[in-house]
């Protein structure tokens, strides 16, 4: 049998539902070791000056939190967002991204802004990137593992494979591996017990500073299900836990300056709800002295990002929000004009990229069998509305939106293609199904030439397997 799927973000999302479903039918034996991410309140952290940069071959791979004294914020924090749409995060310079390989395991790849192309991140001659002698190679496609370029270094997330501890060994734990951006020096640092997994909700979103990667950690027991917000220096390669998140599904949605933002679902929940009732509220985390603020509540339906200036939700009955980053009073409201054809519960958020609110969605059966797309930029200065054009077709024609990876200047990296592959993906107990999936394809264009539904774009080269 060979399972169809869209992309390895949309396994990855699978996979963690699923694991998720599990642990809620039955219990986890709770874990004694250091690392289950727990901090009873929200730290006071340091202002002063952190640690020099320490050698990445000095650091050791440790089970145990940092001290918190010795954690210092550095710098305005950027969004880093989780979805079955994004499979890697840019530098300055370039994007860094998992391609899997044939045989289930994984590359580490890097596309190189300049020279629009994109390569192995490996130096070795004639290396056929297919062994742990490769610096760009992972012995597993399985569970969640994202490349974040931050200060001038690269810290690699691995959220962990339950249940995959007699294939994969040690591989299966979620840790955390660091290393120069050209892909040496690459080290763990830090890896979590099996009863933990980093990240495993939907649009489990990340952050970034100058300094440090923050994520959140939720870990398993039989008595309970906690998350904790971690954070992890690419100077020093410590790992600190910073504050308990208590409430349900409470994650990373945004950032403002040197604050994260959290939603949270208001009350508990079960699938007998209309999840368009569910309320979602909206606070703000001061990672620079701890402090929390109040800000909105939406449904759960709502659609939308945070931007520079306000976080911008599309409501189901078309009425686009701005709400202020620091207070969460509406800085903004209008109506938005979509066909009535389309369900705005259904929507999915693209990103904001220059004060315009990306959507998309599709008719239903009933209208169009084909499902036909509607891609959508939203200007959020005035409420109106532009359709875009760009979209790809995978191997079982589907259309998906050409979205944006990447702003570099004034031109955009987005998906114009995919390169259909088929690989071996394992299961707990070692056997192996096809899976077919989308290894996106990007070009570049003219931000301009983008709004304005141009086709001239630089397609950057198909990756081919060595």
Known sequence: ???????????????????????????????????????????????????????????????????????????????????????????????????????????????????????????????????????????????????IPVGDRVILIHGG???????????????????????????????FP?????????????????????????????????????????????????????????????????????????????????????????????????SQTPLFSHKYTDVGTCGTDAYWLLSSDGVLHGYDLKTGKTRFEAPVSLPDELDLTQLHCDGLFDGKLLVHGYYSPEINEAGTLLYYAINTEDGTVSQLNHEFVDAWDNHSPGIIAAQIDDNFMFIYDIDAKTIQFPFADGSTTDMEYNVYQYAFMPCADYWNNGMDYTPIAKLSEE
Not at 107 to 128: G, M, R
């Open 194 to 290: 099996a009863s933990s997994s980093i990240a495993p909700l939907v649009m489990d979103s990340l952050a970034c500073d100058d300094e440090y990667v923050y994520f959140c950690v939720e870990n398993y027991s039989a008595e309970a299900t906690t998350r904790t917000l971690c954070a992890v220096s690419s100077q020093t390669g410590q790992v600190f836990s910073l504050m308990n998140l208590p409430e349900v599904e409470q994650k990373i949605a945004g950032v403002d300056g040197t604050a994260l933002l959290f939603s949270y679902v208001a009350e508990q929940y079960d699938l007998s709800q209309n999840i368009a009732d569910v309320d979602v509220s909206v606070m703000r985390y001061d990672v620079s002295d701890g």
């Open 161 to 191: 494979a339950s249940g995959y501890e007699e294939v994969l060994g040690d591989d299966s734990l979620p840790h955390i591996d660091i290393m120069q951006p050209d892909g040496s020096d690459r080290k763990t640092i830090f890896t």
């Open 1 to 147: 049998m060979v399972v169809k799927i869209k992309s390895l973000q949309q396994t990855i999302i699978m996979i963690c539902s699923a694991f998720f479903i599990c642990l809620l039918l039955s219990s986890c034996e709770k874990s004694s070791s250091s690392a289950v991410a727990s901090a009873d309140e929200p730290p006071v952290v340091s202002t002063e000056e952190g640690a020099s940069q320490v050698d990445i071959g000095s650091m050791a791979n440790t089970t145990a939190f940092a001290d918190l004294s010795d954690f210092s914020q550095k710098g305005n924090l950027r969004l880093l967002q989780v979805d079955a749409y994004i499979d890697g995060y840019a530098s300055d310079e370039g994007y860094y991204r998992m391609v899997p390989r044939a045989d289930g395991s994984n590359n580490l790849c890097y596309i190189d802004f300049a020279t629009k192309q994109e390569i192995y991140l490996c130096s070795q001659p004639n290396c056929t990137h297919d062994n742990n002698t490769c610096t760009a190679w992972f012995p597993t496609v399985t569970g969640l593992h994202l490349p």
